[in-house]
């Protein structure tokens, strides 16, 4: 079964193509066939990235838009160097991460028209991720017609959070009319809570753990016996750590304030929070992980700061989500700064050797992928996991496509 993947960010759209054969799923993450990435870098400059069996193509698209994208990007799985089928007729069904899909749906599901209603719906709640998802979905309908759809939410995984977990201490009809919490990053949460068991060769009925999503936007989630009870995101992906880009959870009173005492529109402050903040806000530079490491050797001071301020806020975190579970068997690392960042790791673990957590150094200064990287003594294993959004999309895609 030949699956393709959709994975949409806000200036971003990436892809792949799977070809499960045989009956049964492969117990680990198959090579893609093929994987597209368009990046947006600036308003007017597209460049595509096609990689095929080792070969990478490299194509600048200049002023496109998503749509447009999509169909160029799919025209190089049937043309050119990077052919991999003779007609996209071949896929069986196409997978989309959708980020927000509010309180109804708690597993993937077939795209309908009253999918793609609430997807829409659901724009106002997601402004930087839901649009983009539904234009991959529309970009399918026109160039592959009836091709079956299927919605994977990042907010799935929450969908059984306790109640308390769930709803902000405001007036209760709020709640009643969807003001809560969801929680994100569900599929990475999921993928590596399943994968982390495994690696520690544990059941996962018996398992705390604190899974820390740490890539461009970072998210924890309290994981006990597979199930997510809390987590740092909330009603939007911008409540929680510090991020990249974006503040994380800050006094909600600042937003009263500038909305009194400033010109700044709605969507100002929602571009300053996304986009302005975090670790760039605070470097003004870039709120690249690695930029930061770097500027601090050259004695950078407001990196430093930023990293202090982005360890703090973590270990608060991890702190808030030990409270949730009332103990912890492992914690677990993935996302781009959670699966690369030797230095994050062990200043997060540092901070909690109170709780008898050794790191072995050695393991972790090679960021071995899937591992457990806690010395043999310590009171709580440390796991990186390599995160594997599109796997754990086509998985679903190959059960419902299966159904079909
Ligand atoms: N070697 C590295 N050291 C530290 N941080 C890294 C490294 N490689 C990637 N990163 C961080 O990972 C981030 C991207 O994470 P990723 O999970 O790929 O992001 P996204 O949220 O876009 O999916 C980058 O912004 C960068 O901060
Ligand atoms: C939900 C979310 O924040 O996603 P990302 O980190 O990919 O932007
Ligand atoms: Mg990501």
Redesign the pocket.
């Given at each position: 079964m030949k699956i393709l993947v959709f994975n949409a960010?806000?200036s971003s759209q990436k892809s792949c193509l799977y070809d499960l054969t045989g009956e049964n799923l492969p117990p680990r993450p198959p090579k893609p066939l093929w994987k597209g990435t368009i990046d947006w870098m600036g308003e007017d400059s597209a460049e595509m990235k096609i990689q095929v069996n080792g070969v990478v193509e490299q194509i600048p698209l200049g002023t496109i838009s998503r749509q447009e994208g999509i169909k160029r990007m799919l025209n190089t799985l049937t043309t050119g160097k990077t052919k991999v089928l003779d007609d996209l007729g071949e896929i069986a069904i196409a997978g989309h991460r959708v980020?927000h899909g509010g309180a109804e749906y708690s597993q993937a599901t077939l795209i309908t028209p009253p999918v793609k209603a609430k997807i829409q719906e659901l724009c106002a709640l997601a402004p930087?991720?839901n649009p983009a998802n539904l234009q991959g979905i529309e970009a399918i309908e026109q160039i592959l017609g009836d091709l079956p759809q299927v919605a994977v939410f990042?907010t799935a995984f929450h969908s059984q959070m306790p109640e308390a977990a769930a709803v902000y201490p405001i007036p209760y009809r709020y709640y009643e009319q969807g003001i809560r919490r969801y929680g994100?990053?569900g599929i990475s949460h999921g993928y590596c809570t399943q994968r982390a068991a495994e690696i520690l060769g544990q059941p996962l009925t018996q398992l705390k753990l604190i899974t820390c999503h740490l890539?461009?936007?970072c998210?924890l989630a309290a994981v006990d016996g597979g199930v997510s009870i809390n987590t740092t995101?909330g009603f939007t992906?911008l409540e929680g750590v510090m991020m990249g880009t974006r503040s994380g959870s800050i006094d909600p009173a600042i937003l009263i304030h500038w909305a009194r005492e400033s010109a700044m529109t709605g969507e100002e402050i929602n571009a300053l929070l996304n986009k302005e903040a975090g670790l760039k806000g605070i470097t003004g530079v870039s709120g690249d992980m690695r930029w930061i490491e770097k500027a601090i050797q050259e004695g950078n001071k407001q990196a430093k700061l930023a990293w202090e301020m982005y360890i703090l806020r973590l270990k608060m975190a991890i702190g808030s989500m030990l409270g949730a579970l009332g103990g912890v068997d492992a914690l677990v690392f993935m996302g781009g700064v959670g699966e690369n960042s030797p230095a994050v790791r062990a200043e997060v673990c540092q901070g909690l050797g109170f709780l008898g957590l050794r790191l072995d150094g050695e393991q972790n200064s090679r960021s071995p992928r899937d591992c457990d990287i806690a010395s043999p003594d310590s009171a709580v294993r440390v796991v990186i996991v390599q995160t594997e959004e599109d796997w754990a999309i086509a998985q679903d895609c190959w059960h419902l496509g299966k159904a079909c």
């Open positions: 960010g806000s980020v930087a991720h990042d994100f990053h890539g461009n936007g998210s995101m992906p």
